[in-house]
Every structure is written in C-alpha cells, then in structure tokens.
C-alpha cells in the first residue's frame, strides 16, 4: 500500500472530512487530494503533521501499524524464549526511541 492509501485511511478512521483534513493541515483542498490520491508525495513534515492530526504513528503512513506486520511481530515475539524476553522488549524500546529521535 502507499502513502496516499494509509492517508486516505487514517483520515477516514478519524472521521475527517477531506475538507476538514485539509484545514487541519493548512493546505488548499486540492493540494490534500493530490496527496490522498497518489498525485503528489506528502513531504516529510506534511507527514507528521497528519499523523498528529490522526494520531496515528509515523509507522502506520509505512505500514507497520495497520496490521498487515502485526501478525509477524506476534510470530517474532512468540519465538523468542520466556527467559529472554525482558532484554528483548528492553533492545525494541532502545531502538524505538532512536528512531523516535
């Protein structure tokens, strides 16, 4: 899926109007559909900003939060040995914070 698709969806599941997204974001109507319509790729803090708006994770727009990963991360997390989960879970939180930097 692309960014427009995960746009679309994450302003529907927020029960925005296209035109209440757009003035959320400060753009002209026709500069959110593009976006949301695939025309023209949303710059990074366009991004963000709808992610605020949405309150969705940046993760989602790159398809990691939609569940389409979901069931991998529960396989990955499923596998690791009950003894060694806590440093797992503390090496995941180090590096989302990095990434969230």
């Known amino acids: 899926m692309s960014f427009s698709k995960y746009i679309r969806l994450a302003r529907l599941d927020s029960g925005f109007s296209q035109q209440k997204m757009a003035k959320a974001l400060n753009l002209a109507r026709q500069t959110y559909l593009d976006m949301e319509n695939g025309k023209v790729c949303p710059r990074a803090d366009r991004l963000m900003r709808i992610a605020e708006v949405t309150q969705k994770p940046i993760t989602y727009f790159y398809g990691l939060g939609d569940g389409e990963l979901v069931s991998d991360w529960k396989r990955l997390i499923s596998s ?19 990434l969230s930097s």
Request: hydrophobic share 40%; net charge positive.
């Open 80 to 98: 690791v040995p009950d003894g060694k989960k806590a440093a797992f879970f503390r090496i995941m939180e180090s590096v989302s914070k990095e």
